[in-house]
């Protein structure tokens, strides 16, 4: 399937969960699974190519081994590794790189777990716990970020600290761009990134539209994924996680738009990884953002959880349905 650049991939939930994690019909209810189109669920989506894995969806090649490196290491050890395969003509092939972080996460299925991945992946020896992307953490450069295997969550991790490393080449024209353009070292320094396997060095994915935003009547359209997002970022502040789908569903009486709780996906979507508090693209017009936002989707892993974008730092966590934790921001499209 032919996608655009810019395009925002389906998360993977394919059920719909009560506030107490109990399955239950799609049908009005506003979650993630009640509208997904099954993209990130197409058998035939990965195709193995001897020791290699072509993802036909993103068009990043990946090792079929997920351990290449067979034990975790520090963020720089991992970055070294890569570079040593470059050297060795791993597999045929010397462009690897560390993923960033969108490229790592394109990997996480929303509808499994242990690991969160599609059904039909091909790939052997995948840890269950955390990987290493090329991407610092702009809230706190002596961090970079890791996605969880297990789960499928994505937090920053201390560089000294180890993770695993998963090494991809080939480059996406549907993943967006990080939004990272500055280098750092294992203690947080901004450094030259001539020659280094970074994020901030590579650069890799869609590039952004400029202006990336633009404000209509009807809301603000993000020219690089065309979702419509509303004006306030903050609908009915803090709130459970279903007061936060039937917030949008009574907003929706009023409008003209079709309003609804965006997925983890679309959230993510938003983040500039060269910013913090809030890690969106540079003079963004939104008014009132807050601090963490509930998506529809819900976690596979606890089904009493859905995911939450923490918008001050650019994390995808999970947050319990019953807690009046966090707030809502509806999206519409895309155009």
């Known amino acids: 399937m032919t996608q655009r650049a810019g395009h925002v991939l389906e998360t993977g939930a394919n059920e719909c969960y009560d506030v107490l994690g109990n399955r239950m019909d799609c049908r009005d209810s506003g979650q993630d699974a009640a509208r997904r189109d099954s993209v990130s669920t197409d058998p035939d989506r990965f195709r193995p190519q001897g020791e290699t894995v072509h993802d036909t969806l ?22 070294n590794e890569v570079a040593r395969l ?18 790592l996460r394109s990997l996480i299925s929303h509808g499994a777990k242990n690991p969160a991945l599609p059904e039909s992946h091909p790939f052997h020896n995948v840890f269950l716990g955390w990987y290493w992307t090329s991407t610092t953490s702009a809230m706190a450069t002596a961090y970079a970020w890791r996605v969880q295997m297990q789960g499928g969550r994505m937090f920053y991790g201390k560089k000294t600290d180890p993770g695993m490393g998963w090494p991809v080449r080939g480059e996406s024209i549907v993943l967006p761009r990080t939004g990272q353009t500055n280098c750092h070292d294992v203690s947080g320094n901004t450094m030259d990134c001539e020659g280094c396997l970074q994020d901030g060095a590579l650069q890799t994915g869609a590039p952004w539209p400029e202006p990336r935003f633009t404000t209509r009547e ?17 609908l009915a502040g803090p709130a459970h996680w279903q007061d936060a789908l039937n917030a949008v569903q009574k907003l929706n009486r009023d409008s003209d738009i079709v309003w609804r709780l965006p997925d983890i996906n679309e959230l993510e979507s938003l983040v500039d990884a060269s910013q913090s508090s809030p890690a969106l693209p540079s003079g963004h017009p939104f008014a009132r953002t807050a601090e963490a936002y509930w998506s529809s989707t819900t976690s596979f892993y606890e089904t009493d959880w859905a995911y ?20 809502c921001w509806p999206v519409a499209g895309p155009l």
């Open 308 to 327: 939450v974008l923490y918008m001050h730092k650019g994390a995808v966590g999970v947050g319990f349905k019953q807690k009046p934790e966090f707030n």
């Open 58 to 79: 993103t068009g990043l090649h990946w090792p079929r081994r997920a351990d290449v490196f067979t034990y975790p290491l520090s963020w720089p050890e991992t970055l």
């Open 86 to 103: 470059n050297k060795t003509n791993y597999l045929g092939h010397h462009d690897w790189r560390l993923p960033n972080r969108r490229e």
């Open 218 to 234: 009807f809301g603000i359209v993000d020219r690089l994924t065309r979702l419509v997002w509303h004006a306030s970022a903050d």
